[in-house]
Nanobody, 128 residues
Framework: QVQPVESGGGLVQAGGSLRLSCLAS????????MGWFRQAPGKEREFVAAITWRTGRTYYGDSVKGRFTISKDSVKSTVFLQMNSLKPEDTAVYYCAARPGPVDWTRSTPVDADFGSWGQGTQVTVSS
């Protein structure tokens, strides 16, 4: 079973950039997709981005489209989240998650219930 392990969070000024990494510990042979979610204090967990492992198809939440980019390195079993033009409202704990089986996201947005394995999270703080 895949166990996601996040890294790369930190403190950055508004307008800056950060890159998060997620190692799919245990291998990606049975992984259909990897995703990033975030949760700010007092708010529900929010979908950020997802990528299918075999085809590399990507999906983004509306609040990050055009600013964040998800990518993968299949050799290293790692998913990246490049975050540019960061805003204070991007401040949250960012979680990486893995989904083992196929799902059709063509008419829906990925939700946390679509994913089975979760990392511990990494804090991203954007100062104004």
């Amino acid at each position: 079973q895949v166990q996601p392990v996040e890294s790369g969070g930190g403190l950055v000024q508004a307008g800056g950039s950060l890159r998060l990494s997620c190692l799919a510990s245990g291998g990606t042979f049975s992984t259909y997709a990897m995703g990033w979610f975030r949760q700010a204090p007092g708010k529900e967990r929010e979908f950020v981005a997802a990528i299918t492992w075999r085809t590399g198809r990507t999906y983004y939440g509306d609040s990050v489209k055009g600013r964040f980019t998800i990518s993968k390195d299949s050799v290293k079993s790692t998913v990246f989240l490049q975050m540019n033009s960061l805003k204070p409202e991007d401040t949250a704990v960012y979680y990486c998650a893995a989904r083992p089986g196929p799902v059709d996201w063509t008419r829906s947005t990925p939700v946390d219930a679509d994913f089975g394995s979760w990392g511990q999270g990494t804090q991203v703080t954007v100062s104004s």
